[in-house]
């Protein structure tokens, strides 16, 4: 019967009779090592599987952590989608108010551009009324053209008034003060009403004076 020497690399034995069998023919030496060898694979079995548990723990941690950013990146999602949609309404909001401005600027400019083609060309301011020996009615009748002709310069009635009144002199605007105050019931509504009440007072004043001038040219 040949003789089989022990090599731990070929060798395996599945079952006792197959061991005892092993035995039988194999001496001590050999089932020693043989022992041996066993031990050895045993604990590279042991370490090789206990790493393969650590690793499936890692795999699970690993996608636990996995699984909470997916979650976290969702959110995220979530909350950008939000805020882009709230950004895109104020987007829009904000984009309806440029186009109001915009055309608003644009009405408004062609508004301005048109009110200065079609302003009156401006015309030279009256002189002073200082006092009864000027003529009245050249003075009248220069205010009254200027407030006609360029009434566009003047966009409101009070407008004419306070020009009016910067053309009278403070010796002669203390006849018509009492009436251009706003709180009293019978106060300028218009600038027309100051000249109408100038016109009365000057006019009748000078006519008299022009009268004797003329009756003393007749002696």
Known sequence: ?????????????SISTELNAWISIHEADDLVAF??????????????YNDMIQMLNDINKINIKLKAINIELKVTQTTLNVVWMHLQKEMKKKNMIIHHLEATSSQLSTSI?????LKSIKLFDSSLFKDSKQNVNNWLFWM?????????????KEMKIAYVKSWVSETMI??????????????FLEAEEILSIINKMYDDFNQHHTTQRQFLKLY
Do not use: G, P, W
Not at 1 to 13: A, G, P, Q, R, T
Not at 174 to 185: G, Q, V, Y
């Open 1 to 13: 019967m040949n003789v089989l020497f022990f090599n731990h690399k070929m060798i395996k034995i």
């Open 35 to 48: 022992i041996k060898y066993i031990c050895q694979q045993h604990d590279i079995e042991i370490k090789i």
């Open 113 to 117: 551009l048109k009110d200065q083609f």
């Open 144 to 156: 009254q053209n200027k407030l006609k002709t360029n009434k566009n310069h003047f966009s409101i």
């Open 174 to 187: 203390k006849h018509i003060a009492l009436r251009m105050r706003n709180m009293i019931m019978n106060s």
